[in-house]
């Protein structure tokens, strides 16, 4: 793999219909720390909760110096090394450990970056990214079931959650690209 590659990545949010899925293109080299804040950004998350990447049973996130089973430090492992070091083309990327949003994020394909493209770029996507603390993949299905029954138990949730708002399932992702973006600014100042 050539170290000036760039991997195009599709992520989709795993147990959830209709399907949430993101497809971003990153340098090989990006540090997992780094990658883990794209997939957020790409995705919709707000960050405010622990997060990891798994390539089999191992995986890279924040230390806890308390806890000897957490993950690897993912400011210290690279995309090109998991994928080389493991063989594997497809990762987990778990948001909220509480929740438990996983995610499956498939090497599509390595490409040549394009001469004056910043990198990470949100290339598309579809699906709107659930709210936080929702109760999961399951927590979400229910609040979806709700929305259109005023006797639900969970009804007024959904209307505190939404409102008027369009329909939730509908992905807008202009301000999903502008967070990639901005982390693509900011790699691009720290390589300077």
């Known amino acids: ?22 497809r971003v293109e990153v340098p090989l080299t990006v540090r997992l720390d780094t990658l883990l804040l794209i997939l957020q950004a790409a995705m919709g998350w707000d960050g405010g909760h622990l997060s990891e990447i798994r390539a089999g049973h191992q995986g890279w996130g924040i230390t806890d110096p308390d806890w000897d089973d957490g993950p690897l430090d993912a400011s210290k492992a690279r995309l ?61 299905a229910e609040l979806l079931e709700a929305r259109d029954d005023p006797d639900h138990e969970r009804y007024d949730e959904y209307v505190e959650i939404y409102g ?9 992702l202009e301000y999903n690209m502008e967070r990639v973006g901005n982390i693509a600014k900011s790699m691009a100042a720290k390589a300077q």
């Open 164 to 172: 008027d708002a369009e329909d939730p399932l509908e992905a807008s």
């Open 80 to 140: 090109i090394d998991v994928l080389r070091d493991t063989g594997l083309k497809t990762l987990l990327y778990l948001y909220d450990y509480g929740d438990g949003w996983e995610h499956k994020v498939k090497l599509e394909r390595i490409i040549e970056p394009v001469e004056g493209q910043l990198y990470p770029l949100l290339v598309d996507g579809s699906g709107a990214c659930p709210p936080e603390d929702v109760g999961g993949p399951w927590g979400y």
């Open 1 to 22: 793999m050539n170290e000036t590659a760039i991997a195009r990545l599709l992520i989709t949010l795993k147990d959830v219909k209709p399907p949430v899925t993101r």
